[in-house]
């Protein structure tokens, strides 16, 4: 097989980049970027997407590169690390999408039902005041002080971070504070 001069100078920049030449891996980046983004592009659709595809593709090929064995194969390692990274990227966007339509789908208490229970329970204005949250705080918060989840349960359970889970129900408090506050001032 009568390997081109760009392939046998690919796998001179791979090398020399193993061994840490930054001058070659910027040459290998500057080579490789359009094709990466072409590849992640064609993979998701989205430009954002792609570009966010291409950059943490980057990321693990620089991890990955002194493990590399053989520089002739450079170019498919680094195609199956992009294909991976824009797989992943997919899957989280169809959770995302799932949790999203979760969300949406909470259930309804009848109109009557629901304020006889409100009045019962005297949380009407609390009961106005979560439903006027963003779905995902309503849902953390309900999570949280409802149903009695820690943070770590919630985190879970939404397939999010701690963090988002805490932030979300630092501004979930704090609109219910504004929300009841102005209720009780008018």
């Known amino acids: 097989m009568q390997r081109n001069l760009a392939r046998i100078f690919d796998e001179y920049l791979v090398s020399a980049a193993r061994l840490g030449d930054q001058q070659a891996f910027s040459q290998l980046v500057t080579h490789w970027q359009v094709k990466f983004f072409a590849h992640a592009y064609r993979l998701t659709g989205n430009k954002d997407m792609a570009l966010d595809v291409t950059q943490e593709s980057w990321v693990h090929i620089v ?13 498919a390692w680094a195609y199956r690390i992009v294909t ?57 918060i309900a999570l949280h002080y409802i149903e009695g989840f820690s943070i770590a349960e919630i985190a879970a359970v939404l397939e999010v971070p701690a963090g988002t889970v805490k932030t979300r129900l630092m501004h979930a408090r704090r609109k219910l504070r504004a929300i009841l506050e102005g209720e009780n001032n008018g």
């Not at 309804?108 to 949250?133: Q, T, V």
Request: aromatic letters at 2%; proline letters at 9%.
């Open 63 to 75: 991890r990955g590169l002194p493990k590399l064995q053989d520089t002739a194969t450079f170019p």
């Open 84 to 140: 991976r990274r824009a797989a992943d990227a997919i899957r989280q966007i169809q959770r995302q999408r799932r949790t999203n339509a979760a969300y949406g789908a909470e259930p309804k208490m009848p109109e009557n039902a629901a304020e006889n229970a409100e009045i019962k329970a005297d949380g009407a204005p609390l009961s106005r005041a979560m439903a006027a949250l963003p779905k995902a705080q309503r849902v953390t």
